[in-house]
């Protein structure tokens, strides 16, 4: 920080030179002459902060050379010395505009503290003027209207609020906070008023948001968020408020308000046009498996006793003919029943009959079921049940039809030579059951979409096998009708997959070894 610039004028060369040494040593820029006019001169040419004036100079009054430097420099620091003062001059000095008053001999160490008390002061005052300007650019240029009240008493009010309500600051400055409720609809400004209770706590910490209504420049209502609280300023707590015109955002909330709600009432309505729809559908689709269910049924009868001899000897081409329309018949009769039992379930109308299921059993079907597939194709199928695993209750019928369906696409999608495999197993009190596969695997972007109703992956370069994608979905309906949970696994193309569902309960468990089941 630059030392303060000192002024001494004295017609004395003993005082000047004395006093000019003394605030040399105090770290002071000491300027001195021995004339008024002198004086003036340094003063219109240095930064002076401090002028130490004798009274009694040869070409002018010290008085009268005091008021026209406070009148070139209304910031300088003006201190009179004089060789006879009483206390009549003392005080018509200070009145004059004098920032002190010394008498001859002067005690240095007096004038030393005054003059540093003063400069610390002055400081202060200037800290403070920048700091009040600094504040009146910020909230002048503001987006807020923003105006401050004392003892009832408009003090300060920016451009943004005039703007806000209408006014000008010479209407607004100096008037009483109530004088405001005029510009407040009727039915706030209770709300308006209780504004002031913030300072009822006496507090800087005190403060409230509130949302009303006011008068603007076009006489109409805007809503305005309004944040008060206390602030200490030059004359003790006053109360701050800043307000922002939110009427905008209102009204676009007032308007989405009313769009949701006809939204909402437009799904409703489609919604039960949908489930109306939906239910034609189930009731229709139950209706349509029904009645085929008994032709295919004929279909598969009569060709099972051709094939049996039952009308007579058939040759060997006949025999080839005839299976293939029993093993179509077969196909599209397990069709039918996943049809039926999808619209059963989507009409809340298919039952579980749950029953103790053996799994030794149950995994030697799935075994021998697809025996000749993976002797065919050379695939190694493997079968383990977890230890102490022997029974579980379920829907036989329905668990089966699950795992036959994964088991069935397991082998489907696993290159000759691989593997594929069922593993039960006991976790967190349900029966978990998972077949994998080394086949050709899913992307992850895919996987998704399995358990929708007729969706089919697409593998490039890969014949994909014929089929109606209900399997995984008619599964995920049956683990569901259970309260288990399926879901799927896989790292991605020719990195295999395995699926997984459980079915909860509590298991009768017994002791026993491991049971592993390999096809041969």
């Not at 008024?36 to 009274?55: F, S, W």
């Not at 196909?331 to 299921?357: F, P, R, T, Y």
Request: glycine share 6%.
């Amino acid at each position: 920080m630059e030392p303060a610039h000192l002024l001494i004028i004295d017609d004395e060369p003993n005082i000047l030179e004395t006093l000019s040494d003394i605030f040399k040593e105090e770290g002071f820029n000491v300027h001195a002459t021995t004339t008024g006019r002198k004086g003036l001169e340094i003063i219109q040419k240095e930064p002076i902060n401090v002028a130490l004036i004798d009274i009694r100079l040869p070409d002018i009054d010290g008085m009268e050379l005091l008021q026209q430097i406070k009148k070139e420099r209304p910031n300088v620091i003006g201190i009179i010395i004089t060789g006879n003062a009483t206390l009549q001059s003392a005080i018509g000095a200070l009145k004059d505009n004098a920032d002190g008053y010394f008498q001859k001999p002067i005690k240095i160490e007096d004038m030393i503290f005054k003059i540093n008390n003063l400069l610390e002061k002055q400081a202060l005052e200037k800290e403070l003027r920048e700091s009040e300007q600094r504040f009146r650019i910020i909230t002048d240029q503001s987006l807020m209207g923003i105006l401050f009240v004392q003892e009832d008493t408009i003090v300060y009010v920016n451009h943004a609020f005039c703007d806000l309500v209408g006014s000008t600051q010479d209407d607004l400055l100096h008037g009483k906070f109530e004088d405001l409720l005029g510009l407040i609809d009727p039915a706030d400004r209770k709300v308006f008023l209780d504004q002031k209770k913030v300072l009822d706590a006496k507090s800087k910490e005190s403060h409230s948001l509130n949302t009303y209504q006011i008068y603007g420049s076009n006489s109409e209502l805007h809503w305005v968020d309004a944040y008060a609280r206390s602030i200490e300023i030059k004359e003790g707590i006053g109360l701050y408020i800043a307000m922002v015109d939110v009427t905008q955002k209102i009204v676009a909330e007032k308007k989405l308000k009313h769009l949701n709600r006809d939204l909402e009432a437009k799904i409703k309505e489609r919604t039960q046009e949908l489930e109306a729809a939906n239910r034609a559908k189930s009731i229709f689709l139950a209706n349509v498996s029904h009645e085929l269910r008994t032709p295919m049924n004929s279909i598969i009868g009569f060709s099972e006793a051709l094939l049996k001899g039952y009308v007579g000897d058939i040759t060997d081409e006949q025999e080839e003919y005839i299976n293939d329309i029993y093993d179509s018949g077969q196909h599209l009769l397990s069709l039918i029943n996943e049809i039926l039992d999808l619209s059963k379930i989507e009409a809340g109308k298919l039952e579980l009959h749950a029953n103790q299921v053996l799994l030794v059993d149950l995994m030697e079907q799935c075994r021998k079921l697809f025996k000749e597939k993976t002797l065919k194709h050379q695939i190694h199928l493997v079968i383990t049940i977890a230890d102490g695993l022997e029974l579980f209750t379920a829907d036989e019928r329905k668990i089966k039809q699950v795992l036959f369906n994964m088991l069935d696409n397991a082998i489907k999608y696993t290159q000759d030579g691989g593997k594929v495999g069922i593993e039960v197993e006991k976790v967190d009190g349900m029966v978990q059951f998972t077949v994998w596969d080394t086949g050709i695997g899913i992307k992850k972007e895919d996987q998704e979409r399995l358990f929708q109703p007729f969706e089919r992956i697409e593998f490039p370069g890969v014949r994909v096998p014929q089929g109606t994608g209900l399997g995984l979905h008619y599964s995920k309906k049956l683990v569901e009708l259970h309260g288990g949970r399926i879901w799927m696994e896989s790292e991605g193309i020719n990195k295999g997959s395995a699926f997984y569902f459980t079915i909860p309960q509590p298991l009768q468990a017994h002791a026993s070894s491991s049971n592993t089941l390999e096809s041969s």
